[in-house]
C-alpha cells in the first residue's frame, strides 16, 4: 500500500523527537521542492539513517544511490562601502570558503512505495579530515557505491567493511572526480582539437609556422 | 612462378595450378579465427555479425576463440580503459603468430566518444600493431564483414619471401609488445614509442 | 549485518567416500576480465574449495570510461549520446531517465504524442534486452548457438524499428529535454505493428523449447536464491528484485511518463533463484507486448516536442533533481546538481546492474564454479552501465 511519506520538515521533527541531540539541517532545494534534504552531521548519521530505516511511519529500506559531490574551496568577495575622512571608500574582502566534500544519499522504501528522502553528509574538509559515516552497516546497496565515492573523491567511510578502489587500480593515487584532478596529459595526436583539449594539444605540436 | 595466362587458360580446362604461397595465403585467409573478446558496445555488434543475419561463417571466421592460444585475428572491439590495457597487450603477446588485429571502433581507434577520460586510452595503436580500422560508433556488422574482407585481401597479398614478408616469419620482428604497468597517476609507459609515432600536425591557417 | 564470511560458511565435510579426511589447499581463479562467461570485461576473484566457491569478490573498472567526469565538461545536451552508450544494449531507456531527470530540473513538460513515443520505445527496448538477455543466459548454461541466434533473430527486428526512427541501431540517441527529437516517420506504426503481433509467436515457440526444458530446470531452480529483505537491503531493483517476490516496479510507483494509463501487471516470482529470474523476464515480455498494444493503439497526432524546449543555451537553475524509470535492468536513476551553468555541476548515474551485482557474493557462496556463471549471467549486467 502506498503511504504518503510526511513531508520533510515533519519528518526532521519526527527524527529529532526521536533522537535527543541530533541535529540535522533541511537544505531546500529551489526547482524541485520535493527534492529537499536533510543534512546530518557524521557522527550522528548512523543513529538516523537506523531511525528512518526501522520507524514504521518511515520505512526507508533501500538506499537506492550514493553520490559524491565536491565543491572546492572558493573565494567568497564582499564589497562594503564606508566613508573613510569624508571620502566615499570601497573596501572588497575576500574570504576563503574552505570546500569539503558531500556525500548524498536517496532513500525510498519499497515496503511503503514512498520516497525519495535524500540524506547528506559533509567532511570537514577536502584535505586531510574527509570521513563520513558509512550506512553501509545500515543499507547494505551502499557498499559498492560508497567504494565508489572513496576511489573517486577519496571519502573515506568509517565503518566501511571494505574499503578498497573499485574503478581504478590498486596504486593510483588521485581522486579524479574532484573538480581540481589534472588528467595526466596524452595529447600527442589531436586530429580536430578545439577548445580544451586544443590548449592542451599545442604544447606537444611544434610552433605554428610563420606564413609566408 | 606460373604466368598468369597460362594459369586462366589451365583453369578453363579445369586444371588448378597454384604456388605454394598462394595456396598458403589462401588457406590462412579463409579461416581467420576470432578472439571471442568484447570490450564495450562495438562487441554487441561483433556479436551481431556473428549471428544468423549477418553470419560471419559465411567468411570462414565463425570460430570464435576464447582461448588467445587457438586465435588468429584480435577484434579490439571497444573502448581499451588504461585499467584494461595491460591484459590486452597480454592477450595479443600470447597469440600465436601470424596474428592480425582489426580496432573495431572510434574507441579502439582513438578513444572515440570517451577520448577525454582519464582511465581511456587514446586508441590501441600506442600499444599494438593494427592491421584494419573500422571507423564508427559503432560500425554496422557490415562494416566488420568489410574489414575482415580486407583483412582476407591482406593476407592472400602477402609474400612468404623477400625482404618485405610479413613479421611471423622474420626472426628480427617481434612478435611480443611489452605490457605497461600501472603508475601511480597513468599506465607506465603510456605508449609504446618504438611501435607509436604521433603523426606530425601543423594546424593550417 | 549478517554477511556470510568464508569462515562461518561450512562447505561440505572434507571427507572422501571412505571416510578419510582430506587435506587440500582453496584454489584461488581469477575469472575475467576477458573469459567468455562474463558479458564483457568484468572480473571475478574466486576462492574455490573443490568446485564450490567459499569467496567471491567482483572487480570492476575495466571499462570506466569517466561518462560522469566528462559530462560535467559537456553540456546538458551534449551527455545525451553518452547515456545511450552507458548500457548499450537500452540507448532509449537511458534517454529517457537522463530526459527526466532535466525536464525536473528545468520544468519542462512533455507533450502528449511524445509521451506515447517514449513509452513505446521504451518497451521496444525492454522487449529486446529481455530477449538478449534469454539469449546469453541460456549461452552460459552451455545451450550454445540456438537459443542466441533465435533471440538475436528477434533483436534484429526490433533494432530494425529503432534504426527506421532514429538512424542507428544501437546509439539512438532520441529523446530531447522536453519531447523527442523527430516525428515517428511514414508507415513506423504500422511496422511496429507488425513486430509486436509477430513476437508472441516467437514468445511461445522460445518458451515450448526452452521453458519447460529439463536441463534448464536442473541448472537454474534453486540455484543463485535471493530472499526478499535481502534484495531490499542490498538495493536490488528491476526484475532481479521482483524474482524474490518484491512487488516493486518504478512504472507502477512513480507512475512516471503515462504509465497509469496503461494496463499491465508485474510478474513476481516466488523462489528468487535463477530459474525464476528468467522466467519473470519472460514474463515481461509479455507484459510489455501488452502496453506496446495498447499504446499503439492510443497514439495521438500533436507535437513531439514542447515548443518551449531550448536546445542550445539551456541552462536551468542552481539546484538538484533526481529522475529514475524503471529500465529493463532495474531502476535507472540520474542524479543532477545544477549551478545554473550550461554544464551539469555534477552528473550522477544510478547504474542497476552495478547495484544489483552487490549481492553476487551472497548468491554464489557454497555453489559451484559452475552455478557462479549462471548467476552472474541472471543478473543481467551490461558492462557499459557497470563501469560507466
Ligand atoms: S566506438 Fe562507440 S560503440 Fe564502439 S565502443 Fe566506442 S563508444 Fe561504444
Redesign the pocket.
Do not use: I, K, N, S
Given at each position: 500500500m502506498a503511504m504518503p511519506l510526511p513531508v520533510l520538515e515533519e519528518l526532521k521533527s519526527l527524527l529529532e523527537a526521536a533522537l535527543p541531540g541530533v541535529r540535522t539541517e533541511l537544505v531546500p532545494n529551489g526547482p524541485v521542492p520535493a527534492q529537499a534534504s536533510l543534512r546530518v552531521a557524521p557522527t550522528d548519521a548512523d543513529a538516523a539513517a537506523r531511525f528512518l530505516r526501522d520507524d514504521p511511519r518511515l520505512r526507508l529500506d533501500t538506499c537506492s544511490n550514493v553520490t559524491g559531490i565536491d565543491w572546492p574551496d572558493r573565494e567568497e568577495k564582499t564589497t562594503s562601502k564606508a566613508i573613510v575622512d569624508g571620502v566615499e571608500k570601497e573596501t572588497v574582502e575576500i574570504r576563503r570558503v574552505p570546500g569539503y566534500l558531500e556525500v548524498v544519499y536517496h532513500l525510498y522504501s519499497v515496503s511503503l512505495k514512498h520516497g525519495p528522502v535524500i540524506l547528506r553528509q559533509r567532511t570537514a574538509n577536502r584535505g586531510d579530515d574527509c570521513t563520513v559515516a558509512s550506512l553501509t552497516p545500515v543499507w547494505r546497496g551502499c557498499e559498492f557505491q560508497e567504494r565508489e565515492v572513496y576511489d573517486l573523491f577519496g571519502v573515506r567511510f568509517a565503518g566501511h567493511p571494505d574499503l578498497r578502489r573499485i574503478l581504478m587500480w590498486e596504486g593510483f593515487l588521485d581522486h579524479p572526480m574532484r573538480r581540481d584532478y589534472v588528467a595526466p596529459d596524452d595529447h600527442e595526436y589531436e586530429p580536430t582539437p578545439h577548445d580544451e583539449v586544443l590548449a592542451l594539444a599545442k604544447a606537444h605540436y611544434p610552433a605554428p609556422e610563420a606564413k609566408p | 612462378m606460373i604466368d598468369e595466362g597460362l594459369k586462366n587458360e589451365l583453369a578453363k580446362q579445369g586444371v588448378v595450378a597454384t604456388s605454394l604461397q598462394e595456396l598458403y595465403n589462401w588457406g590462412r585467409s579463409n579461416s581467420v579465427w576470432p578472439l571471442s573478446f568484447g570490450?564495450?558496445?562495438?562487441?554487441i555488434?561483433m556479436i551481431a555479425a556473428s549471428m544468423s543475419r549477418w553470419d560471419i561463417s559465411r567468411f570462414g571466421s565463425e570460430v570464435f576463440r576464447p582461448s588467445p592460444r587457438q586465435a588468429d585475428l584480435m577484434i579490439v572491439?571497444?573502448?581499451v580503459t588504461k585499467k584494461m590495457a595491460p591484459q590486452v597487450v597480454r592477450l595479443y603477446n600470447q597469440m600465436p603468430e601470424p596474428k592480425y588485429v582489426i580496432a573495431?571502433?572510434?574507441?579502439?581507434i582513438s578513444g572515440?566518444?570517451?577520448k577525454q577520460g582519464y582511465n581511456v586510452l587514446k586508441g590501441i595503436d600506442r600499444l599494438l600493431p593494427v592491421d584494419i580500422h573500422i571507423p564508427?560508433?559503432?560500425?554496422r556488422p557490415e562494416a566488420l564483414l568489410h574489414a575482415l574482407i580486407a583483412l582476407q585481401e591482406k593476407i592472400a597479398g602477402e609474400k612468404l619471401t623477400g625482404p618485405n614478408r610479413p613479421r611471423h616469419l622474420r626472426a628480427d620482428a617481434p612478435s611480443e609488445f611489452p605490457v605497461p604497468e600501472f603508475g601511480p597517476h597513468d599506465l607506465v609507459p603510456p605508449k609504446n614509442d618504438a611501435l607509436w609515432k604521433p603523426i606530425p600536425f601543423v594546424r593550417a591557417g | 549485518m549478517n554477511r556470510p564470511t568464508p569462515e562461518s560458511f561450512v562447505v561440505r565435510p572434507r571427507v572422501d567416500h571412505e571416510g578419510t579426511e582430506l587435506e587440500g589447499d582453496m584454489l584461488e581463479v581469477s575469472m575475467g576480465p576477458q573469459h567468455p562467461s562474463t558479458h564483457g570485461v568484468f572480473r571475478m576473484d574466486v576462492v574455490l574449495d573443490g568446485e564450490t566457491v567459499v569467496k567471491l569478490k567482483p572487480v570492476f573498472g575495466y571499462l570506466h570510461r569517466n561518462h560522469e567526469k566528462i559530462a560535467e565538461g559537456t553540456s546538458y545536451l551534449g551527455s545525451m549520446p553518452y547515456t545511450d552508450?552507458l548500457d548499450?544494449f537500452c540507448s532509449l531507456t537511458n534517454n529517457w531517465a537522463y530526459a527526466l531527470a532535466v525536464e525536473r530540473l528545468a520544468g519542462l513538460q512533455v507533450p502528449e504524442r511524445a509521451e506515447y513515443i517514449r513509452v513505446i520505445t521504451a518497451e521496444l527496448t525492454r522487449l529486446q534486452n529481455h530477449v538478449g538477455l534469454c539469449g546469453f543466459l541460456l549461452q552460459d548454461m552451455g545451450a550454445l548457438g540456438t537459443p542466441l541466434m533465435w533471440a538475436f533473430r528477434q533483436r534484429e527486428k526490433v533494432l530494425d524499428l529503432f534504426e527506421s526512427l532514429t538512424g542507428a541501431r544501437?546509439?539512438c540517441n532520441y529523446m530531447r529535454f522536453g519531447g523527442c527529437r523527430c516525428d515517428l516517420p511514414a508507415g513506423w506504426l504500422e511496422q511496429a505493428r507488425t513486430v509486436v503481433a509477430d513476437f508472441p509467436a516467437f514468445l511461445r515457440e522460445f518458451e515450448t523449447l526452452l521453458s519447460g526444458n529439463e536441463i534448464l530446470m536442473a541448472r537454474t531452480q534453486g540455484v543463485g536464491r535471493l530472499s526478499p529483505e535481502l534484495a531490499v537491503a542490498g538495493s536490488v531493483t528491476g526484475p532481479m528484485l521482483r524474482a524474490s517476490g518484491v512487488d516493486y516496479d518504478v512504472r507502477k510507483v512513480d507512475r512516471y511518463g503515462i504509465y497509469d494509463r496503461f494496463e499491465f501487471r508485474v510478474p513476481l516470482g516466488d523462489h528468487g533463484d535463477v530459474y525464476d529470474r528468467y522466467m519473470i523476464r519472460v514474463l515481461e515480455m509479455h507484459e510489455s507486448l501488452a502496453i506496446l498494444r495498447q499504446a499503439l493503439k492510443g497514439i495521438p497526432g500533436g507535437p513531439v516536442i514542447d515548443p518551449k524546449a531550448k536546445l542550445r543555451g539551456f541552462r536551468p537553475k542552481p539546484g538538484e533533481s533526481y529522475g529514475r524509470i524503471e529500465g529493463p535492468k532495474g531502476e535507472l536513476g540520474f542524479y543532477l546538481v545544477s549551478d545554473g551553468g550550461p554544464n551539469p555541476y555534477r552528473y550522477r548515474i544510478r547504474p542497476p546492474s552495478f547495484i544489483n551485482l552487490t549481492l553476487l557474493e551472497d548468491m554464489c557462496l557454497g555453489r559451484s564454479i559452475a552455478d557462479a556463471v549462471i548467476i552472474l549471467g541472471s543478473v543481467d549486467i551490461v558492462l557499459?552501465e557497470v563501469d560507466r
Open positions: - | 570490450l564495450a558496445c562495438c562487441a555488434e572491439a571497444g573502448t573495431m571502433g572510434a574507441c579502439a572515440g566518444p570517451f564508427g560508433c559503432p560500425p | 552508450r548499450y544501437m546509439m557499459g
